[in-house]
């Protein structure tokens, strides 16, 4: 099953700058070879829904290992059945009907 | 990994009453032995990350079985390592705090 | 307007220990006037739109005067106008369907 | 007060094509003034709280008058009172700790 997730991690307990640790999982989720798009708040996964979730799994275990006691992160996740979709096919559809 | 999670699956295209396949969610939940607490807004799950992540799966894999084409499914998932804590601590830390 | 939220606010800098805080949320909320469900992940909270808004940002003025200087909080809110409906009213829904 | 939000506007009710709804929020957020960027999952938004809560909120009620009977929104959003950052401040602050 193919899944489009948005992913937020925040580190809890190492203070206010979270990049060091946002840092660290984007390159687990490119080296488990996910198509991601980074954004202001999170990051666009595209990929397997058992290797983006092993992945996410991997960016716990790696941002506690590296020092964050605690960690909460927000998931948004879609699947559907009635067609394929893309992260890209889904931006354009907005901007279509923007008229761009 | 331990993990708290609360869930909130939203079935698209099946209409406005949601709440048929959000029962079925919970059963699933239920048969997999997982610790669930249902709220208005979704539904906590204490669980083994691996366990807790088969069972959100199986939740979508069966809500489109029933018939929803689409899906959009929110989580929040917290993991610690500096202790061990239950649902039912984090609501009695803060209502502890509250004076009550 | 009505709505019904689910609130989740996470102070960040302030270490591992986030209950004080959350509590600080749920007076506000009370005081407000607001209709209030903790549960282990977030509080639901049922209300005008406008005095549950200026409700949350008033827990964030009150949660960085405690000590917090960053705060992330994730909301998921819900607004219908096809019918009236309470939070006690999703929670039964779902739960007559499970067979309770 | 100044806030960097992450908004994701799901219309139920109205068949599996939600990207009509969000174009209308899109433009919605353009009108009032504010920063922002769409992305595959939702649209990150900058500026002042009430401006953006009052966008957001304007949102709904297009949506609604357009013809979703109901609406489930989700929302990550920070403030910080240490520094200020922008949502491109955010962005690059990741990408350089990943050695772009």
Redesign the interface.
Known sequence: ?KV???V?I?P??V??S???Y??EC??ILKEAGLKT??????T?V?GD?EEV?DAI?KC??RV?EIGA??????????????KEQT??D??K??????GK
Chains 1, 2, 3, 4 share one sequence.
């Open positions: 099953m489009l997730v948005d937020s925040v809890i307990g203070g206010t979270l990049s060091k946002v840092a984007e390159k798009m980074l954004h202001a708040n999170g666009n595209e829904w979730f799994k716990h275990q506690h006691p605690r960690i909460t992160t927000t998931i948004r996740l879609g699947t559907r059945v009635d992260m890209e889904k931006i559809s907005v901007e279509m009907k923007m």
